[in-house]
């Protein structure tokens, strides 16, 4: 597993860069791709592994899928009938979407398939998407959970829906915020007769229902309502020909490098800003943070632009609510531009991040206290005391084979008051293959030691 070390920064990151296509869009474009009816092309910058999992899934499910040029994707659609039973288990790697999106697929399928993950998936729970599943005719089984009551993990074995029996409809309130879990209600409603309806506390990432909508599925949404009803619908999903937009996921990294380090200006090309994942940009208007955002249109319902974001002076926040559930996947970083703020950040709300690819509360605090940063965990997040006025300590961490925890790390090295080393930081190619060569184009002095134990 090769570690990465990461000199302070001495020069401003300078440059205009591209990152990696959005992983929630490309999840579904693959997915949607396969039960379409033609030939789709779906074209996007550098696709990481959990995206590669999806495609390997589809694979395994008799799809054809090409790829002509790098970021290039030709899948032959077999209609919404047309999958075939896998010959082995799929593996979905580290990807809790593959596995939770792929289950609303497969609950409809008259075969059975096995999911499995690595390690940190198969210890992710999966009841909250089995449940729903269940609950509208669905065969779903995991393996018990010795640590928690009533949940269950991968393996998964799904199917098979026996004839005559068909889903049925379901209304469904979400105890908790979660797109994978309604998007896997939706997918598998495609395949009900009757109409799919949830709920949930919060408005989650909607880029399933943007999507299914562009390509004229009757779904409707109220507030935090979502509706499918396929009455009157052809049953028929048209092939999808799509850019996808750049991940704001992956772009907040490198809008937070620019934040820490002095005199940087730093542009980053064709970012999707979909209002359910701009939960970053308000956290980082109210740390004062300097960026701005220039309007490119849209792809698919998507919104998109190029971001451009200089250094600032930060002041600390309180990231909760609506806000946090907007930025789930950005606490991290966050947590790091945190450490550079003047005054005392609380993060809540956000108890999620104990299953997400790491415990991101624990693992979190314990690379801030690495860098010498004072913080305090709580159940649903935690308390950082910024040290804005001196260098952070060098440091060596761990990701925990987190890729958000390396790539938060590694900012944070920028920072520091000598080189810092960032261990087990494969898992960065999860998500932003291209991490370090984006962050030494802007001028960045990284190296990868391939010969770290
Ligand atoms: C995702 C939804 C979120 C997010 C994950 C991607 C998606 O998870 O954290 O990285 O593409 O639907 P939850 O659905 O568990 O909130």
Partial sequence: MPDLVIQPSVRPLFGSVPVPADKSITHRAILLAGIASGRSRIRGNTLGEDNRATLGALRALGVGVEEPTPGELLIEGKGLSGLTAPAAPIDCGNSGTTMRLLAGILAAQPFTTILVGDASLSKRPMERVAKPLRLRGARIEGRLDPRRV?????????????PPHALCGIEYDQPVASAQVKSALLLSGLYAPDATYVREP??????????????GVPIRTAGSMV??????WSGEIPALDLEVPGDISAASFLLAAAQLVPESRVTVRRVGWNPTRTGIFEALRDMDGVFAMEAKGEVMAEPIGDLHASPATLRASRIG????????????????????????????DAAELRVKESDRIAVMAEVLRAFGVRCEERRDGMLIEGRPDRPLDAAGVSSHGDHRIAMAAAVLALCADGPSRVRDAACIATSFP????????????IEVDEGAP
Avoid: N, Q
């Avoid at 609510?321 to 809540?348: F, N």
């Fill in 227 to 232: 509706e499918l009803d396929p009455s009157g």
């Fill in 321 to 348: 609510g609506e806000i946090a559930a907007r930025s789930i996947d950005e606490i991290p970083i966050l947590c790091a531009l945190a450490a550079r703020a003047h005054g005392v950040t609380e993060i809540y």
């Fill in 150 to 162: 009533g949940e269950i993990t991968a393996p998964l074995e799904i199917g098979p829906l026996r």
């Fill in 202 to 215: 919060l408005v989650s990432r909607d880029h399933t229902e943007r999507m299914l909508s562009a390509l």
């Fill in 434 to 445: 291209r991490f370090v060569g984006t962050l030494r184009a802007l001028g960045a002095t």
